[in-house]
């Protein structure tokens, strides 16, 4: 099992900037793949960021260029640099992990680990 807890969410004026980080543990050993997901208000559930054993990663087209997704070393926390926020970033993140692989930032569904989430909110 892997327990994951996000921090870091917050309040934020367009165009400013938020870090948000994701804890690992348990079995993190077993992790291969990490991934932000998000969620907003009346929508489903999108990928945002994915990283794959710590180095390969993957972006949404709405946040490149601007989103960094990145891991420690030691496999434990994951971050995800948010710059230049939109009001429409505005959402609930949520953290997830797998075992296996890394399918593609449209397949929520397939990872099993997640956390219980951080509030972004954007104000103009």
């Known amino acids: 099992q892997v327990q994951l807890v996000e921090s870091g969410g917050g309040s934020v004026q367009v165009g400013g900037s938020l870090r948000l980080s994701c804890a690992a543990s348990g079995s993190t050993d077993s992790v291969t793949c990490m991934g932000w997901f998000r969620q907003a208000p009346g929508k489903e559930r999108e990928g945002v960021a994915t990283i794959f054993r710590g180095t390969v990663t993957n972006y949404a087209d709405s946040v490149t260029g601007r989103f960094t997704i990145s891991r420690d070393k030691d496999g434990h926390t994951l971050y995800l640099q948010m710059n230049y926020l939109k009001p429409e970033d505005t959402a609930m993140y949520y953290c997830?992990?797998?075992?296996?692989?890394?399918?593609?930032?449209?397949?929520?569904?397939?990872?099993?680990?997640w956390g219980q989430g951080t509030q972004v909110t954007v104000s103009s």
């Open positions: 997830a992990a797998r075992r296996f692989g890394c399918p593609s930032i449209n397949w929520a569904t397939l990872y099993e680990y």
